[in-house]
């Protein structure tokens, strides 16, 4: 359960997964509403899920981003929502984003689904991260 912070997932409900001609939504809208029966996902306290009517990156999709304030943020895609390895997966993924104090994760700590097909990872603004480095002022 998530106990520490406010997690935020949101998923882009606009994302083609291919399948469009034989269902009568779309890939992102199909994978959300799965997640949304998911009951792993209506046991994470603190979780909020968000649909996005577009997250531009239409050549990877399905797309979703995982967020917490002062934490960094993750984007991943090619998402198989027909795949229900996923479901498990990201359950495990929020699961350790919420357990590290700053959000960040190493790619070998991350679930298999979730290594490759990261589409970034965006540092918090007040962040002491050794990744960060300010460049627009001398040291």
């Known amino acids: 359960m998530l106990d520490k912070k406010k997690t935020t997932l949101s998923i882009c409900l606009t994302c083609r997964d291919g399948l469009e001609d034989i269902h009568t939504t779309r890939g992102g809208k199909r994978f959300s509403d799965k997640i949304l ?13 968000r649909g996005v009517k577009c997250m531009s990156q239409c050549k990877r999709s399905c797309i979703i ?16 929502p027909a795949n229900p390895k996923y479901f498990k997966s990201l359950t495990k993924l929020i699961l350790l984003f919420n357990s ?8 070998n700590e991350r679930p298999e689904l979730f290594q490759s097909n990261i589409l970034g990872r965006f540092p ?4 002491n991260s050794a990744l960060v480095i300010c460049l627009d002022r001398e040291t």
């Open 65 to 80: 981003s995982l967020t917490a304030e002062n934490s960094f943020t993750y984007m991943f895609g090619d998402i198989n």
């Open 100 to 107: 590290s104090p700053d959000g960040f994760l190493k790619r």
């Open 124 to 127: 918090p603004l007040d962040t």
């Open 37 to 49: 029966k998911q009951k792993e996902f209506k046991e994470l306290n603190n979780l909020e899920i």
